[in-house]
Structures are given as C-alpha cells and as structure tokens.
C-alpha cells in the first residue's frame, strides 16, 4: 500500500478517535518521533476501555495497523507480514466506513487470506451525494471547485495559487482551465504540505 493511502487512512482514523486528535492537535509542540509514538500508542489504549464506542474501535484497530506499516522499526517486516497488517488495515478501513458511511473510493473490498493485488482503481471521479466524504483516487485531476472543496478553501485561493506561484501545489493546465492532480490535494489533507 502507497505511503500516500497509509497517510490519508491515518487521518480518517484520527478524525474518529478523540485523544488521536488531541495528539494531532499538540503535534507542532513535540518532536515529531514522540508525534509517532504518541499516535502508536493510542490504539491500545482505546482498545483497553471497556465501554469504547464501535466508531472509535473501528479507528482504533485501523490507526494501529497503519502506524504499524508506517513507523520505521529496527526490525524490518516480511512482504507476508506487511500484507497481513494491510489486510488488516484495509479490513478496519471497511468497517469504519460501514459504520460511519464514510465512502473511499480507492479503498479495496475487505480482502481473504489471498495476497492483495497491485491493480489501481480507474481513474475516474466518483460522484456521490455528499462529496465531502468522499475521497478522490489518486492519478486523476479535479477541477478547481472539486479541489477547493476538499481542500477546505474558496476556488479563488487556488487560482491565487497560479497566478501568484505561491501556493502548497501547482496545477496542470488543460486548455484555459486549471487541473489539480489529486494526489497534490490528497497529500495537502493528509497534513505531508502545510
């Protein structure tokens, strides 16, 4: 699984767990190692209450399997290793979503014990009724109003952007419109780009 789907899964994850939002919240007061270990050790204490809501273990087991694949540890995982933990992953993804009605587009099926296949998701926008839970698939372009929106920003900020050469990403140009990759918008609201 690209780092770049570990990350924004990450922060899904984050946005239904309380004290993982705290943490979040502190980040830019801590080093970013005990940033990392503070979110790694989150999942077990949620875990470890008794009366912890359905949403917020559903995060819990997800934060805990993706900060497992994303911390670099002396031991270095297996191939097979790593694909369990990104089943689990992708399996706690599934069940949050379920339970949230949160729509992933570029999110597998919850996956058997066979290995997960490298194929991407067409790179086709999926419209939805509410497209502010739904995440675009990386490899395709937004348009300005689909960027802005996900973004948190008016469409003008991110023509500002262009025209000023100042901005966090820089859009491809088709013809007289502007086009976002949708990594660019997917890195900036996982927090890589501030």
């Given at each position: ?26 980040a ?14 989150t ?59 949160l ?14 296949q ?10 939805t ?66």
């Open positions: 699984m690209k780092q770049l789907y570990l990350d924004a899964l990450r922060d899904i994850a984050i946005e239904h767990i309380p004290r993982a939002r705290k943490i979040r919240d502190n830019a007061k801590m080093p970013n190692d005990h940033y990392l270990g503070a979110l790694y050790e999942p077990m204490f949620v875990l470890s209450k008794s009366a912890t809501p359905a949403i917020e273990k559903a995060a819990a087991h997800l934060l805990e399997a993706i900060m497992s694949l994303s911390i670099d540890w002396e031991i270095k995982k297996t191939t097979a290793e790593r694909k369990r933990i990104e089943r689990c992953a992708i399996d706690a993804a599934n069940e949050l979503c379920t339970l949230t009605g729509s992933i587009p570029w999110l597998p099926a919850a996956l058997a014990e066979e290995p997960e490298q194929t991407p998701p067409p790179p086709t926008p999926q419209q009724t509410n497209p502010s839970t739904t995440l675009p698939p990386p490899g395709i372009n937004l348009s300005t109003a689909q960027a802005a929106q996900l973004l948190n920003r008016k469409p003008q900020t991110l023509r500002a952007w262009n025209s000023k050469d100042n901005g966090p990403m820089r859009p491809v140009k088709n013809g007289r419109s502007l086009a976002w990759p949708s990594d660019e918008v997917l890195r900036l609201m996982s927090g890589w780009i501030k």
